[in-house]
């Protein structure tokens, strides 16, 4: 048997050495998973109807008071000024003339329903992946950055991505990073060191030839990976957001009113709908992410060409 050649002994050690890194990852959420199961224990078997001393919920307090605050709605990205291509889609359609009396156009209202599912669709099969790929493996974030970057193929949707994206770096490194340093995991303090070598590239974009950008779902996926969220409810919670945000827009745009909006976000069909879309694109791979609904990037593409409009995109 002939010796490898130089070539194929790089590759095999760096091989090793990424199969090394993903077991060194997978031990440390076992860990976790032990550490949270063992504290959960006691709680199985309490029949009082008093609480017990020290109770522990399934999800740790640190993480569940994370998770609330990254789904506040006040959680400044700038979402509120995008409308993810729905003011767009609106203008482009053809709808009956409301009579009078009524909350909202009631063709207007199913439109909107048949939007915000193919939005959802659209945002699980282009940018899921790429959040699910960022926790996993956060210390190649710089290419899932990249290669999000390549496959956003409508300029408007690609700049909104990437101001939510640095909104979002922002809160960690202003609001989030004091508090949350001191409780990590081995494997957050590893992904915090990522995260920040990657915001030195960011902030020293003008001297490298490929200067990263800062798209949301990298570096959402990263992010509640060093704020021990759940993959799981990282998954969930990206898409729910996206829907709160979609909705918001739409009552905003005199659509639906307020508990129309909060209908919509409490119903079934939504739950059960992200839901689906978080099982179905959990193992899909960054390589076959990519646009499923084409239309959603012609809405977006097309919004900056609309004569008058409340949204920047």
């Known amino acids: 048997m002939t ?21 060194k990852h997978a031990k440390a959420q076992l860990n976790d998973a032990v550490q949270e199961e063992e504290a959960v224990a006691p709680l199985l078997y309490h029949t009082s109807n008093e609480l017990p001393h020290n109770t522990t919920s399934t999800l740790p307090t640190h993480s569940l008071h994370t998770l609330l605050l990254l789904s506040d709605s006040a959680l400044p990205l700038g979402s509120f000024a995008f409308s993810s291509g729905l003011e767009s889609f609106l203008a482009h359609e ?140 990282s998954a969930y919670l990206f898409l729910f957001s996206h829907a709160r945000t979609v909705i918001s827009a739409a009552v905003r745009a005199s659509v639906l009113g307020p508990y129309q909006a909060q209908h919509v976000l409490a119903s079934t069909e939504l739950r059960d709908l992200m839901k689906g879309l978080v099982e179905r694109y959990w193992d899909r791979r960054t390589e076959d992410a990519g646009q499923t609904v084409p239309a959603v990037d012609l809405w977006v593409g097309r919004h900056e060409l609309l004569y008058s409009r409340i949204f920047n995109s």
């Open 94 to 233: 053809k709808v009956k003339v409301a009579s009078s009396g009524n909350t909202a156009n009631p063709s207007q209202l199913s439109s909107f329903h048949i939007f915000l599912k193919v939005s959802l669709q659209s945002l699980a099969s282009a940018a899921l992946p790429y959040v699910l790929a960022a926790y996993r493996e956060p210390s190649r974030i710089e290419e899932w950055d990249n290669d999000f970057d390549a496959s956003a193929i409508c300029t408007v949707a690609r700049r909104a991505s990437v101001a939510q994206g640095r909104a979002l770096l922002s809160v960690w490194e202003r609001s989030f990073r004091d508090h949350h340093t001191l409780t990590s995991s081995s494997t957050s303090t590893d992904a915090i060191s990522f995260l920040a070598s990657f915001s030195t590239s960011l902030k020293s974009s003008s001297h490298n030839a490929y200067p990263p950008n800062a798209h949301l779902a990298p570096l959402w996926g990263i992010l509640t990976l060093i704020l021990s969220i759940p993959l799981h409810s």
């Open 3 to 23: 010796d490898p050649s130089p070539e194929q002994q790089a590759a095999l050690k760096q091989e090793i050495a990424l199969l090394e890194q993903k077991l």
